[in-house]
């Protein structure tokens, strides 16, 4: 093996940790529960694709893109997250009190609520429990600068050091997010396109 293969497979490895990590932080949030707008009891399910990078203060870059597939009932969740090739590399399952992620090599990690299973498999804190309510084109509570479109719909806004700007709705919410963070010396930006219902 070459030294040269050596690193690219350490940076597939950060890669794919990377992946998991931001995508649970950028989707997994689902199971905390709803503060103003009700949506518990409130089946509701979304697919597509997702693009994460994450760029350093000093320009390295580490991006990681793939699908996903969500499923809610209100209450408990479960999340899958594929490779480009459609393989689940990452299940998350969720209910209130309880995440459970699960790798395509069987390993576990839990944790009391997504945030926090977020933070331990991302080394740091990442606010993700309002995702529920984005996803579904609804405005989070404590959510700051919102603009709508002439539907009423939120379009762009910021939550929790989050910037959100979601676009092209069908009836069940916006076909696609685009989040973006400035955290610690980096860069964070998600891409969400739903193309399955």
Request: aromatic share 6%; proline share 6%.
């Amino acid at each position: 093996m070459s030294v040269l293969s050596g690193v690219r497979r350490q940076c597939l490895a950060r890669a794919l940790r990377l992946s998991v990590a931001l995508g649970v932080a950028a989707l997994a949030a689902c199971s905390g529960l709803p503060k103003s707008e009700d949506v518990a009891g409130d089946a509701f399910a979304r697919g597509g694709r997702f693009a994460i990078s994450a760029t350093e203060f000093d320009g390295r870059q580490q991006a990681v893109q793939g699908g996903f597939r969500w499923q809610d009932n209100g209450r408990d969740y479960v999340l899958d997250l594929t490779n480009p090739l459609g393989s689940i590399e990452a299940r998350v399952e969720g209910a209130p009190g309880h995440a459970l992620l699960t790798r395509a090599n069987g390993s576990t990690l839990q944790a009391p609520d997504p945030d926090s299973l977020v933070e331990d498999a991302l080394g740091s804190p990442v606010p993700v429990s309002d995702l529920r309510y984005w996803l579904r084109g609804r405005v989070a509570p404590q959510t700051s600068d919102v603009q709508r479109n002439e539907a009423g719909q939120p379009v762009q806004f910021v939550q929790n050091g989050w910037h959100a700007r979601l676009s092209r709705y069908d009836a069940a919410g916006p076909r696609l997010l685009v989040l973006e963070r400035q955290d610690a010396g980096r860069r964070i930006l998600v891409r969400l396109v739903v193309d399955q219902p």
